[in-house]
């Protein structure tokens, strides 16, 4: 008959079955507790990564062109933009401001220019704020401290106070409605008018 028990008596072997039934246990338990922590700390982990609060991304010194059966028609620069298009009512902050060039069918440019702005993706809403001056091709010029653009209505509004001058007059006024091409301009509650000598 062989001898396994290597020179230890059967108490010895006992004890030994006892001492590895209590580490295997100890064993078990320690690997469900670190799969349960790692778990646990893979969930913090995620959360971590991107808050609720933050930008899912940040892009700086922007040079976007939109294109249009192959010509420019809109151009967008900006030092900084951060993108919040993980949350329930996405948008895109323009931190650094924007400059704008709108180039119409004759290729005629038209610059919007904002300290901020912030772009709200599904009302199609843009908030322009902070010394937001737009010149037109043909050199009308409106000043204000906020204006939004209604993308889909291509609609410009606003009920704070503007100055818009054209070629013959500065008008001062309590708000401004006009569409893009500034066809249909007009300035409300008008608080003085200044005509220009030719």
Not at 168 to 184: P, R
């Amino acid at each position: 008959m062989l001898d396994w028990s290597f020179g230890y008596s059967a108490k010895d072997l006992m004890n030994k079955k006892h001492i590895y039934n209590i580490l295997n246990i100890v064993t078990v338990i320690l690997t469900v507790a670190m799969f349960f922590s790692c778990s646990d700390n893979f969930n913090q982990v995620q959360k971590m990564g991107v808050s609720e609060n933050e930008p899912i991304g940040v892009a700086e010194n922007i040079n976007l062109k939109h294109t249009d059966s192959g010509r420019v028609t809109a151009n967008l620069l900006s030092a900084k933009m951060l993108d919040y298009s993980n949350r329930d009512f996405p948008f895109n902050e323009f931190t650094g401001g924007i400059t704008l060039y709108v180039f119409d069918e004759e290729n005629k440019k038209s610059t919007i220019i904002s300290d901020y702005a912030i772009s709200y993706d599904k009302t199609g809403l843009i908030d322009l704020q902070g010394n937001v001056v737009i010149t037109t091709h043909d050199g009308n010029v409106l000043k204000t401290e906020q204006l939004y653009f209604d993308k889909k209505r291509e609609w410009l509004f606003t009920n704070v106070p503007v100055t818009f001058t054209t070629k013959q007059d500065v008008i001062k006024g309590n708000g401004f409605d006009s569409n893009l091409k500034f066809t249909n301009a007009e300035v409300l509650e008008v608080t003085g008018i200044i005509s220009l000598d030719d």
